[in-house]
């Protein structure tokens, strides 16, 4: 592939030409994309610290932490990673998907900084509280346990800075239009952004709703908030904001199947009914929470935990499809046609863009989805729920996941947007191998733990002091070694990871002007200069069928695999359900 | 020409699926209907569903629902904590507090009881150790689920829901007999650590 060279060139002082991808950046775009990621990495830091003393205290051979010191430790763990990191790299996800990919100015850059700033002192108070020891309500801050007024005045900021943000994508996508800054369609990856900032205003009101009154009771307003009420409005936020995850790790595997190995969109409309689909349904996910709950009746549970019918699960089997398809495609019509795995095999597995895309998807779906969805069936729920099988599923999507995904994308940020080269790209080959191999250890050994009746957030499993014994049985110590061991590696991983960003965007060397292979290799992902993503196949490539497996065979058979196991996981539950009391 | 998902299509982009996603659609679409399916059926079908008898309450009214149930049918205490041996076919309440389950349940084996929960503080847990049963208990909300213990045996209730530092202590128990052993019962004195 001819690599091209190129200059920084100036366009009217506000653009840059990225003479790499030939996107033009806008400045702004750049600096607050830039400032985003930066937060979302500290807050990285925090949580993952957090999660090492976590684990090393739940690992009860080791049992580090004091009781008082865990929950706090945990509450600092859960706020950092699923709301201050995920959201801070979502923020920057927003920029790069409007600004960026239609080569736009950004609507209001000011308001976006005022916004940056209104989410960093949020997240400055709720840190300064968490670690005071006046908010050790843990992540779901469930009342009547109260924290200080300042914690949630902190989120309150904190989620009024993120709805600016999502405002601005929205005129960012206007603006684009209006200046006619790309023809056609908005590309994909833009599109599925779109649908997580939809879902992301659903979420935040969601939180407005449940914070103001909160914030209004701790300061003595409100008389009370009701307890079930709060559990249903609190997960309206805390379950739809994992939607913008899905959705926009769902994004990012379609950005890094384009930017690594030239993936194509197999069809446009299933994909992005696929990710309608999620805006419609995916809302009432917010009530598989409460399948266990006394405040709502069998019938409201069904359809509600459902998704209405499963539309949203639809959705996720749909993206579990294309995305791989779309890799065995874009492979194939560029020569890799030996056989049914053969794209596989010769694909780009060093290259952490492609890795990170492919440990994400394997295991969100296989670990994560499949869990996901039995434990949030409601009768199911009764053997999963608050036991270590729901972190164990959660870990699988949102870390191995989403968080994967995120920094599988930062390898190619570094030098796209930042310009710099990465740093110790040797580490960064086996970094998502660490990390998503650790973490589905750590996952699945959390999940086994749990089928035993282990609960997640709890101190002390060994129940010390407790008027009554609890005897796990010897299989829980090893399953909690086993995850122990898994999670140090995962912490490796992600060490790894903040080591590679931190270095490669204060201290990296800068990419150059000289942007061949051969000035890049070895310093950066190969998709940088290979840009497999600017050369498109055309329609004249014929390309072989497989019989009834069709024309994407690889793609088939890795599907039909995943649905056997789903079906052998879901049943297997049914049946460990109809083996406790009876219950109704 | 082919997209990519960072390229704009241009025109329309509306087009027939390609045939293996329109068989993997349906594969999926029909697995779905199955796992929606399921809920209902089992609630038909299946002995386990958490549908329960649901009410408000408030917390002094449930406290004192409790203390008139252990007045009814206590029969002797352990750890400082009631045993209470309800008749086969009852209502039975168990209350969660910071960091107690109360009182201890003394049941028969076979026999269908409705057993109410509910919290006078915060959240709590309940879970039914060594089967893994798990039920949201909620302040201000009565639970009432009728349970039939199927298996004779010493269980315990562990607290499942974070509920404060003392989290870790809130240990219950729950006693099943086979039916026509019910003894008078083993009434122990408030020994320290119990039956640890």
Redesign the interface.
Known sequence: MSAPTGTVERVAGVFRICPTTGLKVHKDADALIKANAVVATVALLIGGLAAILVLLTRWQAVHLLD??SF?RVLTIHGMNMLIFFILFFEMAVLYFASAV?LNSRVAAPKVGWFAFGLMVIGTVLVEWMMMAGRA?V?FTS?V??RADPTFYLGVILFAVGALIVVGIFFGTLVVAKRERT????????TF?ALTAAIIAVITLVHGAAIYIPTYLWSLGVLAQV???VY?LVWWGLGHSSQQINVAAMV?IW??L???TV?????????S?TAFVLYIAFISMASAHH?????????SW??VN??YF???A??AS??HG??VP??VE??MR?RGFTQGIFGWLRRAPWGDPGFSSLWLSLVVFGFVGGITG?TFG???I???????LRIPGHFHATVVSGTAMAFMGVTYYVIPLIFRKKVAFYGLARWQPYLFAGGMLVFSMAMTFAG???V???????T????????GYSPAVDLLMAVMGIGGLIAAVGGGMYILITVVSVFFGKPLGEDCTSAALAGSVPPGVYTRP?TE????DVELEEHGR????PG??IL?LIF?AA??VY?FAN?KL???????? | ???????????V???P?????K???T???I???V??A???L??LR???????I?ARVDADAYRARVTQFIQDYQVGSE???PVVAPPAGSDVYLLGQMW?WIPILQLEQGA?YTLH??SV???H?F??????????V??????G???????AGDY?I????????????????VVVQAPGTASATTTTPNAAG???
């Not at chain 1, 409460?290 to 069998?298: A, K, M, Q, R």
């Not at chain 1, 609960?455 to 499993?461: F, G, L, V």
């Not at chain 2, 699926?17 to 996603?21: K, L, P, T, V, Y």
Request: charged share 15%; glycine share 12%; hydrophobic share 45%.
């Open positions: 009781a008082v929950y990919l050790d843990l469930y009547p346990l790309y023809e056609g369609s908005v590309p994909l990856v599925g009701d307890a079930q559990r994004s379609y950005l199947g384009a930017l030239g993936a194509v969109v197999v069809n446009e409309k299933i992005r409460l399948l266990v709950d006394p405040g709502f009746g069998p549970k069904v935990t459902s019918m499963y539309m699960v639809l089997m749909l499809f294309t398809a779309g495609l874009g019509l969805v069936t409601e009768q729920n009764i053997i999963a729920h608050n036991t089928t035993f009746g609960p997640r957030r709890h101190w002390d499993i129940f010390a002091g407790a008027p009554f014994n609890v993503f498109l196949p055309t329609e497996l069709g024309m994407m793609t088939m599907v649905l789903f079906v879901y049914w359900l109809s083996f406790v009391w009876r219950v109704g | 020409m082919h997209t990519t998902g960072v390229t704009s299509p241009k025109g982009w509306w087009k699926a390609h045939r293996s996603e068989v993997w659609f594969i999926a679409f697995w779905c209907m796992l929606f399921m809920m209902p089992w609630h299946g002995g386990q569903n958490p549908s329960g649901r750890n400082g904590i107690q269908e929960l509910s503080d915060v959240n847990g879970n039914l150790y060594p089967f893994n049963i798990n039920f949201q909620v302040p201000g909300y009565d639970y689920l009728r349970v039939t213990p199927t298996e315990r562990v607290c499942n829901e974070f509920c404060g530092v003392g989290h870790h202590l809130m240990v219950g128990k119990g039956d640890r």
